[in-house]
């Protein structure tokens, strides 16, 4: 049974830090690209961040540059996320999303990142 795993989320203040997980079970993990993705309330799904199969490629969307890094560890079959020098615009549920074939990504549940004083 396929399926992924975000966690790592919570309220930080504004210029803090978090560190996301994606964590992939029941598949070929280390086959397959990985994207994070973001939505607000009220807000359409945003794409963030995506990273290789090999973890040798990735790129970030405009917002997040330079505070935003990727990474992966295809031993842990874990993605990660770690998310620095926040604002609270940054306020969403973050997503992981698996590309396991085109139009089919495999999906987590979320986790919520809260940035607030």
């Known amino acids: 049974q396929a399926h992924v795993v975000e966690s790592g989320g919570g309220l930080v203040q504004p210029g803090g830090s978090l560190r996301l997980s994606c964590v992939a079970s029941?598949?070929?993990?280390?086959?397959?690209?990985v994207n994070w993705y973001r939505q607000a309330p009220g807000t359409e799904r945003g794409w963030v961040s995506g990273i290789d199969s090999t973890g040798r490629i990735i790129k970030n969307a405009d917002p997040v540059k330079g505070r935003f890094t990727i990474s992966r560890d295809n031993a842990k079959n874990t993605v990660y996320l770690q998310m620095n020098s926040l604002k609270p615009e940054d306020t969403a549920v973050y997503y992981c999303?698996?590309?396991?074939?085109?139009?089919?990504?495999?999906w987590g549940q979320g986790t919520q990142v809260t940035v607030s004083s």
């Open positions: 999303a698996a590309v396991v074939r085109g139009g089919n990504d495999l």
């Open positions: 029941g598949f070929r993990f280390s086959n397959y690209a």
